[in-house]
């Protein structure tokens, strides 16, 4: 089966301009997450989604960042302005049901956002 | 809150010998552990989880896990490591919040395999 894919690969922007990140989950996946990666450390929950709700944003910083999953499927990750400190590796994983805590997350490649 | 510790940033072992990458943890209730290894430019690949049972989990790629209740401990293991095994190896734990699970990364260990 396809993975789970992100887009774009690499992102370099000048601070204060918006940016944005797409993930397309693996077929029949419907928990969806967004995981920020900085250098040198583990991967960090931003949010959490069963099919199109958001259960999970607490550590999302939502004075600048915002997420959609409008159908269930595919995400949008928003940051907009993009700070210094936004620089680092997004991730994107999903899983096939919420229901079970045992299912391991797969994860796409990642954008690498450079922030100027 | 439930986390997990990888006190050693890089490690170090000659191919064909064997490794270990060292992971710790702290859990309120039982503990989900899992490992995840992560190639250059590439997201993190699932290598083995533990939920019950056999304290040894065997994983992808030969790899295996020791899950140690008295230690808290979930060290990696391969018996004779390869060139190719050379990535960033992380360990999560299964953590339990008012809003459902998620898991819960250490900072990663670095696996160096020489010829």
């Known amino acids: 089966e396809a993975g789970v894919v992100q887009s774009p690969r690499y992102k370099i922007i000048e601070k204060k301009q918006p940016v944005a990140f797409w993930c397309n989950p693996i077929?029949?996946?419907?928990?969806l997450y967004w995981y920020r990666q900085n250098l040198g450390q583990g991967p960090e929950l931003l949010i959490r989604?069963?099919?199109?709700?958001?259960?999970?944003d607490s550590q999302l910083p939502k004075d600048r960042f915002s997420a959609e999953r409008l159908k269930g499927v595919d995400s949008t990750l928003k940051i907009q302005p993009a700070e210094l400190g936004d620089s680092a590796v997004y991730l994107c994983?999903?899983?096939?049901?919420?229901?079970?805590?045992?299912?391991?997350?797969?994860f796409g490649p990642g954008t690498r956002l450079t922030v100027l | 809150a439930q986390s997990v510790a990888q006190p050693e940033d890089q490690v170090n072992v000659a191919e064909g010998n064997p490794l270990t990458v060292k992971c710790t943890y702290s859990?309120?209730?039982?503990?989900?552990l899992f490992w995840y290894v992560q190639y250059p430019n590439r997201g993190l690949q699932f290598l083995l989880k533990?939920?019950?049972?056999?304290?040894l989990v065997k994983g992808s790629y030969g790899f295996e896990a020791e899950f140690n209740k008295s230690q808290t401990s979930f060290h990696l293991k391969k018996p004779s490591a390869l060139v190719s095994d050379s990535a960033l190896y992380f360990c999560?734990?299964?953590?339990?919040?008012?809003?459902?699970?998620?898991?819960?990364f250490g900072k990663g260990t670095s696996l160096l395999v020489t010829p």
């Open positions: 859990v309120s209730g039982n503990p989900y």
């Open positions: 989604y069963e099919n199109e709700e958001a259960v999970d």
């Open positions: 999560a734990v299964r953590a339990y919040s008012n809003s459902g699970y998620a898991l819960n």
């Open positions: 077929s029949g996946h419907n928990t």
């Open positions: 994983a999903s899983t096939r049901t919420s229901g079970s805590i045992y299912n391991e997350q797969f």
């Open positions: 533990y939920i019950t049972g056999d304290n």
